[in-house]
């Protein structure tokens, strides 16, 4: 089954999780640069503290998609684990889906409409000193909730064909 289209989104969120995690050690870079500066030159910085937010908030945009495909999204087992492989799949395909949809659905308007707007007049930070770019932290929202989104949809057509067959796992 390699090579189809679903395997080919997988491969985009596979990719973007990779990259991401290098954003982290830059992030951490960042940081370790602020304190470097404040504690032991007495000389903070006015655009660590910003910028290390946006890393950070584009970090969690683009890795739901990743943490998705992997199923690392955090989920209380207590009752969902104790019901058929079929049950399992129901409540995924309606309840949880139906919750899913309504939060990326909006997440994805109205953050493609914040996107499309800060782009447009590229934004700038409104911190005076630095005054960085916001816009292509901005233009990742929208990026981050169709990632997620099309995984999602991945996720079920797999669940339901396994399911079909008979051996769905978690």
Same mark, same amino acid.
């Given at each position: 089954?390699?090579?189809?289209? %679903? ?21 951490? *870079? ?13 000389? !903070?910085?006015?655009? #660590?503290?910003?910028?290390?937010? =946006?890393? =950070? ?5 683009? *890795?739901? *998609? ?16 104790? =019901?058929? &492989?079929? $049950?399992? %799949? ?35 930070? !409104?911190?005076? #000193?630095?005054?960085? &770019?916001?816009?292509?932290?901005? /233009? %990742?929202? &929208?990026?981050? /909730?169709?990632?997620?989104? #099309? ?17 769905? $796992? &978690?």
């Amino acid at each position: 089954m390699k090579g189809t289209l %679903l395997d080919r989104f997988d491969t985009v969120n596979e990719w973007v999780g990779r990259i991401l995690s290098y954003l982290i050690l830059i992030i951490i *870079g960042v940081v370790l640069f602020e304190v470097t500066l404040r504690y032991v030159f007495n000389s !903070p910085t006015v655009w #660590v503290h910003e910028m290390s937010g =946006l890393l =950070l908030m584009s970090y969690i945009m683009l *890795g739901g *998609g990743y943490t998705l495909l992997h199923r690392s999204h955090i989920k209380i087992d207590i009752f969902y684990e104790r =019901l058929s &492989p079929k $049950t399992r %799949l129901i409540l995924d395909l309606t309840i949880a889906s139906l919750l899913f949809f309504c939060f990326t659905g909006v997440l994805l308007w109205k953050g493609g409409i914040l996107a499309f707007q800060s782009v447009m007049i590229r934004e700038i930070s !409104p911190s005076g #000193v630095w005054a960085g &770019p916001l816009y292509p932290f901005k /233009a %990742l929202i &929208p990026v981050g /909730a169709l990632l997620i989104m #099309v995984q999602w949809v991945v996720m079920l057509i797999r669940d339901f064909r396994q399911v079909r067959v008979g051996n769905r $796992t &978690p």
